[in-house]
């Protein structure tokens, strides 16, 4: 049975929007050098899931942006050439080219800190500051009005993203009451900033 | 699978897990696998860590006061921070200031805590009048005092004067005082 030109398929489906996943990867899969509306919207999709995945496991912002080109870049290649065999798992293909390009960049940034350490005085450094992408001022006010222990638990946990066990230990409680804690805590954050809008 | 709406979103409690690294192998994988092809869900994980982040960016700027602990403060430290460290024993006093270059004020309230079962903590101003009162702090008893780090950005802004801080151990019979502190605060003067 012959598949639909990409032609053909616009007619029917011009938004590709509409599409889940898998039906956007076959269509770009079938439209060659043609196809540049469907990739960008594969790439709107995928680029915030990658970007994530590099904020949980590099904690940089800029790692995670590096992460996202490579593996986008790598993503859309494969699916371009059609070597997707089956669509339903771009996820999973995702998710191992992730944790490929994840090692490689650890490696990549442990040579770079070497370096300054060794050079490091003589390189300007950039502003590692990026504009937040929430409102920080709505989420001080939210955070003023957590009980203190919520408050507490949040800091001493999100500072550097510490275990539940850590921070038990560290305030003298169960792991299970900072984990209760910190739930609630997060919860009720999230409820204030987002009933005042984020930016 | 749409971006959306999610059939069947990743609770918040996973999420907070997974952000932390505290799940298992099979079920982190579960999850990223889940969060790769659904946005809605990784709109929802995105959410959490910008306030992850925001809480770090307004503490460390010295926005946002808590009871921190020992081991918190060695961190912060390694990682550059310059801290200002105030010890203060039950009754006793301090002359205290901030400097341009501190990141954050600490302060070490040496109390007897053993046996209490709720600390709060009483801010006084100068006249001995209460301000604030902030309810069930947490505490580690086995140390023996209360670490906290206060609003140092507030505090660098303000003028010459003395304020109090009183704990109260609070139980069924009703409350009583285990510490007062007293500081005498002075705007930065450079030599």
Redesign the interface.
Known sequence: MLQPSYAECLDEDPDHT?L??ASLVRRIAGAGTAGGEAEAELYR??S??????G??HLRDEQAAADLVQQVLMMTLERVRAGKLRRPEM???F??GT?RMVVLDLRRTYARRERLLTTFGEDVPLADPSSS???D?DR??HC??RL???E??????????????AEVA?????SEANVRVI??RG??R??DC??RGG?S | MTTTRCAEPIAFSMLIDYWLGELGQAEETRVEEHLLGCGACTASAQQLADVAQGIRTLFTQGFVSAVVSDAFLERAASHGLRLREYAVPMGGSVQCTVGPDDDLLVTRLEAALDGVEQVDMLMLDTHGKGVERVRDIPFNAATGQVVMSPRTAAIRTLSAHTAQIRLLAIDREGERVIGEYTFHHSPWRSS
């Open positions: 509409g889940d996943d999709r995928l915030p899931r990658v970007r994530f995945y904020l949980r771009l996820a999973s995702v998710l992730c937040p992408r929430l920080h989420l001080l955070l003023d009980p203190e222990r408050k507490s638990v949040l800091v001493l946990t999100f500072y550097d993203d510490r275990a539940a230990g560290e305030l003298g409680i910190r739930h997060l919860q954050l999230r900033v987002t984020t």
